[in-house]
């Protein structure tokens, strides 16, 4: 591929970001980058535009944010710009066989797993909250299904103990980002070799939404943990004292013979915040009240002091009836 042959980039979430970024560095030319509509956000529901038309616009390059991929007139507009390829990343939609149809090259899609596991659009979490030691991110060439088409090429990457989804949503951008630029060089070239998934062995991961994010003290503590990191930063792990929500950001496992019901916070040493499991204890590390900041747990104390034998909840207590 020269410098010349055309890329259509469609992306949303930060994910994209850095693939964006690096095509647009390797000097390949982009004319269109098509994302997904501005959408609410925020305390104030403020329309905010995604990560990747933020990008694009820094980078010069003209956005277009259809209300349907599956529109005609959307289709026709693409085949119009007559793209060697499409590259696709983290776009949160399932494109139609007519547009990846376009480009001569194919449409190519880097996936944050190592596919056919984890499947969908929270690859990443799930791994996390599941306590999965590796994870990686698989090119793939794109078909109509979800994630399922053939693999080009895959990294592998340890998953660090203690990251959270975040950090290591970093991380895999980044790793994607160069496995992106390798594989274009290899279909461009014509040794991109197509290697059907075993769709027998995949699993998927389902969206999250803000439910997900509810903390059920009954877990053993080492699940707990994974589970906390995995919500961080969206939609966050959330559990109830009286009726305030409070958000943990990250904790770890206690050594202790200490227990009680689980939710109870258990008597510790000043800066501490142990809870009682369901099975052991789980110590926060850092932590944040409804309307206030995140903060590791020992400012947070300071300020908030919580007291043994208070026990967190599921759900806020609701008021009695008069």
């Known amino acids: 591929m020269t410098e010349k042959s055309r890329i259509l980039f469609i992306g949303t979430s930060a994910y994209a970001v850095p693939g964006l970024e690096a095509l647009a560095g390797e000097g390949y030319d982009i004319p269109l980058v098509i994302t997904q509509p501005d959408k609410p956000s925020g305390r104030g529901?403020?329309?905010?535009p995604p990560p990747v038309k933020i990008a694009a616009r820094r980078l010069g390059?003209?956005?277009?944010?259809?209300?349907?991929?599956?529109d005609e007139a959307f289709i026709r507009e693409m085949a119009g710009w007559?793209?060697?390829?499409?590259v696709v990343v983290s776009f949160g939609r399932i494109l139609p066989k007519a547009l990846l149809d376009i480009?001569?090259?194919g449409a190519v899609n880097i996936h944050p797993s190592l596919l056919p596991a984890y499947r969908g659009p929270s690859p990443i979490q799930w791994a996390v909250v599941n306590m999965e030691t590796v994870t990686g991110v698989t090119s793939i060439y794109m078909d109509e299904g979800m994630d399922s088409g053939d693999m080009i090429a895959s990294v592998k990457t340890d998953i660090d103990p203690g990251e959270t989804a975040g950090e290591l949503h970093d991380r895999l951008a980044v790793i994607g980002s160069d496995l992106l630029k390798q594989t274009i060089r290899m279909?461009?070239?014509g040794q991109a070799r197509r290697t059907p998934q075993d769709h027998s062995r995949a699993t998927f991961a389902p969206l999250l939404t803000k439910?997900?994010?509810?903390?059920?003290?009954?877990?053993?503590a080492r699940e707990l943990v994974a589970f906390i990191h995995g919500m961080t930063p969206w939609p966050g792990a959330y559990t109830f004292l009286n009726d305030r929500r409070y958000r943990i950001l990250r904790a770890e496992t206690a050594a202790t013979s200490d227990s009680g019901p689980p939710g109870t916070v258990l008597r510790s040493f000043p800066g501490e915040l142990r809870v009682a499991a369901g099975d052991g204890v789980l110590s926060v590390l850092k932590i944040q009240s409804q309307s206030g900041k995140a903060l590791p747990v020992a400012d947070f104390l300071r300020g908030f002091p919580i007291a043994a034998g208070s026990v967190f909840l599921q759900k806020a207590i609701e008021p009695s009836a008069p």
Do not use: E, F, Y
């Open 187 to 189: 279909v461009a070239a």
């Open 82 to 86: 007559n793209p060697d390829l499409l």
């Open 211 to 220: 439910s997900h994010g509810r903390i059920d003290w009954s877990r053993p």
């Open 103 to 105: 480009p001569r090259l």
């Open 61 to 70: 390059i003209p956005v277009l944010q259809p209300a349907s991929v599956r």
């Open 45 to 48: 529901r403020k329309l905010t």
